[in-house]
DNA sequence: AACATGACCATTA
DNA sequence: GTAATGGCCATGT
């Protein structure tokens, strides 16, 4: 199954995320079989179609968030990922070494 | 078609 | 540990 669209796919591997799990750009655009489109993928999520989208389980590299603090998104995010059982840092970062997502065979490119 | 912008990543010093 | 550089691609003007 392709894609229609640069977006549609990195949606997809978002919605995969599980709870309590957070992933990093690159993993999501690794997983979408775009590697380093990293970028795009946070273009992706900055778009108003992440209504239905876990977009808080997507952080960068540094297990940090990225986001500005325009319209209380940056709060709203650590506090889904607390809700989901994700530890924040003093610095507000997250283990990626505990948290970060491993996708498995099965799970890898279904939806390609 | 070209230029500028953007929730980034990896490498190197 | 931080700082700087190059690269990658979609979208809007």
Redesign the pocket.
């Known amino acids: 199954m392709k894609p229609k669209?640069?977006?549609t796919d990195i949606y997809q591997v978002v919605k995969a995320i599980p709870e309590g799990c957070v992933a990093?750009?690159?993993q999501v655009a690794k997983l979408a079989g775009?590697p380093?489109?990293?970028?795009?993928v946070?273009?992706a999520?900055?778009a108003p179609s992440?209504e239905d989208l876990p977009?808080?389980r997507?952080i960068?590299?540094?297990g940090e968030i990225?986001?500005?603090d325009l319209g209380g998104?940056k709060g709203l995010?650590r506090a889904l990922l607390e809700d989901d059982g994700v530890e924040f840092d003093s610095r507000g970062r997250v283990d990626l070494k505990r948290f970060r997502w491993k996708p498995e065979e099965k799970d890898r490119v279904s939806w390609i």
Do not use: I
């Open positions: 669209s640069s977006w990093t750009y690159g775009r380093g489109h990293a970028r795009q946070g273009y999520l900055a992440t977009w808080h997507v960068n590299a540094r990225s986001l500005p998104r995010q």
